[in-house]
């Protein structure tokens, strides 16, 4: 910058160090902005999104009457629902018919039996309830409130559209919101004790057999090891391994 004249050199640094200082503020409050922020909306792994919790919650079934009868197999199904009662129920069943059933119905005393004859111990209350559709068939729900092993958010929520070029979800390269709550639900239904989700079982006793075996290779100088090396195996495509080669 050339010189000026009368001081005005100074002052017009004076003005041109407090433009940059002002574009610098600008930029800095521009990055603060929620539109411009690098930061996760959500947790980004899925089982904090959408985590497995022990909880106190019915555990229900379904039960389908053909002639006003109970078959084999709905039969089978109650008693394991009454052992599951026995694990991890308490207080009362509760089963609930369609509008039109009377209490001391055909179907009605077969469930009762059925609980009674699996060791299922609580008071069982009877009750109705009104078919939404007409056309499908009611079934005879029965339920219970117990441990239980769920997922507290609500899968089938799409908050954000990724496929958009006006929004700035998209922008950040994250998985969206509903990212692992399917998965997440269907392994909390599919496993047997809920309690495993938070705590490990206790051990077990050792198998004898193998103990024994290993004990006496060990005695005899032997590895105690087992031996893969002439196993045969036969993987998923039906190439046959033998020995580690195919």
């Given at each position: 910058?050339?010189?000026?004249?009368?001081?005005?050199y100074?002052?017009a640094?004076?003005?041109?160090?407090?433009?940059?200082?002002?574009a610098?503020a600008?930029?800095?409050?521009?990055?603060g902005?929620?539109?411009a922020s690098?930061?996760?909306?959500?947790p980004g792994?899925?089982?904090e999104?959408?985590?497995?919790?022990?909880a106190?919650?019915?555990t229900?079934?379904?039960?389908?009457a053909?002639?006003?009868?109970l078959?084999?197999?709905?039969?089978e199904?109650?008693?394991a629902?009454a052992?599951?009662?026995?694990?991890?129920?308490?207080?009362d069943i509760?089963?609930?018919?369609?509008?039109?059933?009377?209490?001391n119905s055909?179907?009605?005393?077969?469930?009762?039996?059925a609980l009674?004859?699996?060791?299922?111990?609580?008071?069982?209350?009877?009750?109705t309830y009104?078919?939404p559709?007409k056309?499908?068939?009611a079934?005879i729900r029965?339920?219970f409130i117990?441990?239980?092993?769920?997922?507290?958010?609500?899968c089938?929520q799409w908050p954000?559209d990724l496929?958009?070029g006006?929004s700035v979800?998209g922008w950040?390269?994250?998985p969206y919101s509903?990212?692992g709550?399917?998965?997440q639900?269907?392994?909390?239904a599919?496993?047997?004790?809920?309690?495993d989700?938070v705590?490990?079982?206790?051990?077990?006793?050792?198998d004898?057999?193998?103990?024994?075996?290993?004990i006496?290779?060990?005695?005899?100088g032997q590895d105690?090891g087992t031996?893969?090396?002439?196993t045969?195996?036969?993987?998923?495509?039906?190439?046959q391994?033998?020995g580690?080669?195919?």
């Open positions: 910058m050339a010189a000026l004249p009368d001081g005005r100074g002052f640094a004076r003005v041109l160090s407090l433009s940059f200082t002002a610098a600008f930029a800095q409050s521009g990055c902005a929620n539109y690098s930061a996760p909306a959500f792994d899925f089982r999104r959408h985590p497995i919790v022990v106190s919650a019915p229900s079934l379904d039960v389908f053909v002639g006003g009868a078959d084999t197999r709905s039969i199904n109650i008693r629902f052992q599951r009662y026995r694990h991890y129920g308490s207080g509760a089963i609930l018919a369609p509008a039109g059933t009377a209490a055909r179907a009605v005393h077969q469930i009762r039996v009674a004859g699996a060791g299922a111990k609580g008071g069982v209350l009877f009750g009104a078919s559709d056309d499908a068939a079934p029965l339920s117990g441990v239980k092993a769920i997922v507290p958010t609500a089938g954000e496929a958009s006006s979800e950040k390269n994250e509903n990212f709550c399917a998965s639900s269907v392994m909390a599919q496993v047997d004790d809920p309690r989700f705590q490990p079982r206790a051990l077990g006793p050792s004898v057999a193998m103990r024994t075996r290993a006496e290779a060990v005695r005899n105690p031996q893969w090396k002439d045969v195996l036969t993987p998923i495509g039906g190439t391994l033998n580690g080669g195919q």
